[in-house]
């Protein structure tokens, strides 16, 4: 059974940093791509970043130059390395994996398997 388990959120004031991981198991996919989504109280979820098994980056533009995706494939883990956070980046954080993955892109209609969230909180 696929499962992902994120982790490293918290509390940071505007200009911090955090880093979230997701531990990932379950599978041996070989085209997938893993995904950092949020989504802010009483928004609608929106992808952040996307990755797939070779490096190919995709990232939105309101995080382009602050957020950096990576992956550990020896630790089947992957990592969201968040920089100059804001406050508009309060949100609840889902890592996701689209088996089969064509396209990479945080694009939401694309994943299909979810983890459970860390929440995220910017003060200002």
């Known amino acids: 059974q696929v499962q992902l388990v994120e982790s490293g959120g918290g509390s940071v004031q505007a200009g911090g940093s955090l880093r979230l991981s997701c531990a990932t198991s379950?599978?041996?996919?070989?085209?997938?791509?893993m995904g950092w989504f949020r989504q802010a109280p009483g928004k609608g979820r929106e992808g952040v970043a996307a990755?797939?098994?070779?490096?190919?980056?995709s990232y939105a533009d309101s995080v382009k130059g602050r957020f950096t995706i990576s992956q550990d494939k020896a630790k089947n883990t992957l990592y969201l390395q968040m920089n100059s956070l804001k406050p508009e980046d309060t949100a609840m954080y889902y890592c996701?994996?689209?088996?089969?993955?064509?396209?990479?892109?945080?694009?939401?209609?694309?994943?299909?398997?979810w983890g459970q969230g860390t929440q995220v909180t910017v003060s200002s």
């Open positions: 996701a994996a689209d088996f089969g993955c064509r396209v990479v892109a945080p694009a939401l209609l694309q994943y299909n398997t």
């Open positions: 379950g599978y041996t996919y070989s085209s997938v791509c």
């Open positions: 990755i797939d098994r070779g490096g190919s980056l």
